[in-house]
């Protein structure tokens, strides 16, 4: 039944095509363990050629050293090859000042990227799922998302060159759970994910627990609903901000766009902050850490402040305003267009 529903949710969201060359994200978890499993059932049917990639955040110790023998297992036993790297994430934080969560995140991906790469890969495979889902909202709407946090995680993303799928989103996490007990088997268990150090665990241990007790047993369901219907709203609004990027754009080159204010006066607010987050995204790659109180900087640029004021954005990405453009430049770059 369980391998049935993330067939489905493959194909629901065209995933997979035969003969594909797939780096799968494995932490020991359950999630992770459950995820190769379900798509080592699958590689006949679809031809998949399946390389097993693990990153030790050098973060428990002896712990995070036990899980990368546990994934070297795992991968001996399941006959795939394997590549391993050891990073010292809580360094890498404190030198590019980033809390941990958003450190491990960046080496996170880099390094799945850098595996898809060396063996030629186009799509990497996570082990989220609907329950990560419903605390990913949650957690959003708490730091402030508009519509596009909300959309939670998406079921696949283009990152980069790859694809980013995610097989087990429509699974639960007690699902996942009986299906690695029903098969005997074994996986680890972070013990950091016990505690309520870091924001999601608070959410996820804490918050919604105490929501569904109190308040909405079905909390859960309403906030995947919620993203689903976020998703499907902003990718209709996505779509019309992307055409009028193209209107209001008067030129723009690897370090520079530049957006006509006149024109860009005259959208509606939905449309202008959809055109500053396309600018955004095409100097920097994404708009991760821009949230409402840097829109309202925007606008107020745009609309009130005088001639070279400029605000600076996550990311080495400003944004200045000459006398007839709202000009977005990388920081170490030229702000002339």
Known sequence: MIL?????????FQMLK????????????????????LLNKLSK??????????LNHLLRKEESDQDSVFVQGLATRLKLPLTCKNVN????????KLSLEDAARRIRYDFLLSVAKENRAHKIALGHNRDDQAETVLMRFLRGSGIAGLRGIPAKRSL????????LIELSR????YFLSAKDIRFRTDSSNLKDLYFRNRIRNKLLPALEKNFNPNLREVLINLAQNMSEDFDFLEQAGKNKFKAVRASSNQATVAINLKKFAALHKALQ???????????????YKIDYRHWKELEDLAAKRPKNSIVDLPGAVSATKSGKSLIFYKRNGKKGC
């Open 89 to 96: 994430v809580d360094d890498f934080a404190k030198k590019a």
């Open 160 to 167: 980069n060159d790859c694809l980013v799928i995610r097989p």
């Open 4 to 12: 049935e529903t993330v067939e489905q949710t493959i194909q629901k």
């Open 45 to 54: 049917k679809y031809r998949l050629y399946l390389h097993i990639a693990h």
């Open 273 to 287: 902050k959809l055109v500053t987050r396309l600018a955004i995204r095409e100097l920097k790659g994404h708009v």
């Open 18 to 37: 035969s003969g594909d060359r797939i780096i799968v994200a494995v932490s020991g978890g359950a999630d992770s363990v459950a995820l190769l499993y």
């Open 174 to 177: 007690a699902k996942i759970l």
